[in-house]
């Protein structure tokens, strides 16, 4: 293949968090009372500073070549963001180097910098500079922006009385029009219809026909298998495999999903639940193998194993469905399990399943609870405060119909004649 | 290709910034022309409020101090062209210090999706204050022709002035900003520093009334040339007033040094800060 157009060696970013204050920004008042409080008793700082390191990347090294096509993939939190907004100079490692030969463009966002008072004439040129365009640059690709976004009707209204799919549609429409030597894509195709998409797929792929670099970040399987050639799994800061991409795609599917209870930190868990019931194994299953991602045509069945660490009265279980920003779909599946005494290291087991075609296709945070049957005293609980995994939902078509929304609802039609 | 090549590293110096600022020039551009245009969108009379403000300001400032108050300027110039020639500069000041101080923290979605030598943002907000200012002048030429007071020669020194107010708005705003991102206390401090700024600064009344007095002791006046903005005002009134309008030296002197520093201190501390903005913002 062609030459080596970015190094990445040994590249960490640190940061450091806070668990009093959970804001990255502090107050000066904060900083002068801590200052005191260190100087008259240097003890104190031990107590103040209740802050850990984190390392968001962990020694990272890899290359890329000219033309080559790279999905970056990983769960939440691997570092895939950070990853690209370190390689888009947006924030500075805290060790390592990183060489790049080439004018990057990077769209970490559909519609940086878009502001809702201007007309998508004006966006356009805002944008287009933002994204590192020049004024004659987009002049002279105006046209061809505007056809692509299908907006040409109200290119002089403003952008805030869009409906939400042409102002992604425009958005994307300048983004796509960049020419630079590498291009880096976060996530930006989670939005917009099902057409567009397609698109838009297309005309990334176009790109990278032209001997152009282009880095991939999605949790859209699909998409990274259709677009990329070589792939990077990130696991907790690391690079797990580096190498085709089907590998990668097939890695993070089977391994890098499961979920080791015993490695939850139980005493999150602790502080919020009394405790007398754990959660000691939860899988999603498919096929008869533990898995979080399913198609939309397929059953969903989780699998449960519970165990008492003391005696308890009764036992209720608890479900909620929740999107990607942990507000509630679906609240309150509420079950008696047992409604007599679980007794000290005895177990249950049980599944829940869910019939196809139930969950839209998408990402659905996960909320599993323990109580007594009264579901007043609670157990156990596991959400994505303890990183449990999210269910995954791929489409299997591009019928946006099928795709929009959350659930679908069971009914009957009845024609009376 | 290898003219686009670029290593990044902790803690080296961006040797090419000066190049990066000027390759994101137009980006520059477009920022101040945003800031234009959506400052005055939906709004019936638009642009006329750069010139309804301070116009408001300075009639309140001559009803209060000159007709109940009793002040008065010096020689034969009329108390508004007095006012005037303060005001002007002050805002132009005050609303460039402001608008850059909080300038990063407006644009922070920027700040953490894209990069750019991050001195534009606030660059650029100092463009928009400097559009008002030119079109704010319009009231000193009409009051030039409403009291008949034709300005000598020394008006051709005014866009020296200009420079150093702009040179101070800019030193101080690019050190508030970057303070501002990581200890938002700021936003608080700003309105602050402009209202006690706008005291002890010669606005509504002219530095000879300090040097004259007698009852001000000699070190208050050492501090008060210490605000670089009373070289600027008093600089304004010597170039638009003219006649024997006096140049106090102390105070012209020390403004330039003052904003000189301020200036660079401002652009050190910006550029130490630059590259956490993304972390913290």
């Not at chain 1, 060489?99 to 878009?114: K, M, N, P, Q, W």
């Not at chain 1, 479900?319 to 000290?344: D, G, W």
Request: hydrophobic share 45%; charged share 20%.
């Amino acid at each position: 293949m062609s030459k080596t157009i970015i190094t990445v060696e040994n590249v960490g970013k640190k940061y450091t968090l806070k668990h009093q204050n959970s804001e990255q920004y502090s107050s000066l008042r904060d900083v002068l009372a801590n200052t005191a409080k260190s100087i008259i008793n240097p003890k104190s700082k031990l107590l103040s500073g209740a802050s850990e390191e984190f390392w968001a990347l962990d020694d990272i090294s890899f290359d890329v070549k000219q033309g080559e096509r790279l999905g970056v993939i990983g769960r939440n939190g691997a570092g895939k963001s950070t990853l690209l907004k370190v390689l888009s100079r947006i924030v500075t490692p805290t060790k390592g180097r990183i060489t790049i030969d080439g004018r990057v463009a990077s769209l970490l966002e559909v519609g940086t910098g878009f502001h809702p008072e201007l007309s998508g004439r004006e966006n356009i040129f805002l944008n287009g500079s933002i994204l590192g365009m020049s004024k004659s640059e987009i002049k002279s690709k105006f046209d061809e922006i505007v056809a692509f976004s299908e907006v040409e009707k109200f290119l002089d209204t403003p952008v805030k009385r869009y409906s939400s799919g042409m102002y992604v549609r425009l958005a994307f429409a300048v983004a796509a029009h960049l020419e630079p030597e590498i291009l880096i894509v976060d996530e930006v195709l989670a939005v917009g219809d099902a057409e567009f998409q397609k698109k838009c797929m297309g005309k990334m792929k176009d790109v990278s026909g032209e001997g152009r670099t282009v880095i991939f970040v999605s949790h859209n399987m699909q998409a990274v298998s259709n677009l990329c050639d070589t792939g990077i799994l990130l696991n907790k800061g690391k690079v797990e495999i580096q190498g085709k991409v089907e590998d990668c795609i097939k890695k993070y599917m089977t391994s890098s999903r499961g979920i080791n209870l015993t490695g939850l930190s139980l005493s999150d868990r602790l502080s919020r639940t009394s405790g007398g019931v754990f959660f000691e194994e939860v899988k999603g299953i498919k096929n008869g193998e533990e898995c979080w991602d399913f198609n939309f045509d397929e059953d969903i069945a989780i699998n449960f194993k519970v165990t008492a660490s003391k005696d308890v009265p009764s036992l209720g279980f608890y479900i909620a469905v929740r999107n990607p920003f942990s507000e509630e779909i679906i609240s309150n599946f509420k079950t008696v399990i047992c409604n007599s005494t679980l007794q000290k290291d005895e177990s249950r087991v049980f599944t829940v399943s869910v019939p196809k075609k139930s969950f839209r296709p998408g990402q659905y945070g996960l909320y599993f609870a323990l109580s007594n049957s009264e579901y007043k005293e609670f157990y156990d609980v596991l959400d994505n405060n303890v990183n449990i995994p999210m269910l995954n939902i791929n489409p299997i078509s591009m019928d946006a119909h099928e795709n929009a929304g959350f659930v679908s609802l069971p009914f009957n039609l009845k024609i009376n004649d | 290709m290898s003219k686009h090549k670029i290593i990044i590293e902790p803690g080296t110096e961006n040797s090419n910034y000066i190049k990066d600022l000027w390759n994101y020039r137009g980006l520059f551009y477009f920022l101040a022309w945003r800031d234009i245009l959506v400052r005055y969108k939906q709004t019936v009379i638009g642009i006329l409020w750069s010139v309804l403000q301070p116009l408001i300001s300075i009639v309140v400032f001559t009803i209060v101090f000159n007709k109940l108050g009793g002040f008065k300027a010096e020689g034969n110039v009329d108390y508004a062209i007095l006012v005037c020639a303060g005001m002007l500069p002050w805002q132009f000041f005050s609303s460039s210090f402001s608008s850059s101080a909080n300038s990063l923290i407006a644009n922070s979605n920027l700040l953490s999706k894209v990069y750019f030598p991050r001195l534009i943002v606030p660059a650029s907000t100092v463009i928009v204050t400097l559009i008002d200012f030119l079109i704010s002048f319009l009231i000193l030429v009409g009051l030039f022709v409403w009291y008949g007071f034709l300005p000598d020669a020394k008006i051709f020194f005014l866009p020296l002035f200009l420079i150093l107010a702009l040179v101070t708005a800019l030193g101080t705003g690019l050190f508030i900003a970057a303070l501002n991102v990581k200890y938002r206390d700021f936003k608080y401090v700003i309105p602050f520093i402009v209202q006690f700024g706008f005291f002890i600064s010669p606005v509504g009344y002219s530095s000879s009334v300090v040097y004259n007095s007698e009852r001000i002791p000699e070190l208050l006046k050492y501090a008060y040339a210490l605000n670089p903005m009373v070289g600027v005002i008093d600089g304004f009134r010597w170039c638009i007033l003219g006649g024997d309008t006096p140049l106090h030296t102390m105070p012209f002197v020390s403004s330039i040094v003052i904003s000189i520093f301020f200036l660079i201190v401002g652009v050190w501390y910006f550029r130490k800060m630059e590259k956490s903005f993304a972390d913290v913002i």
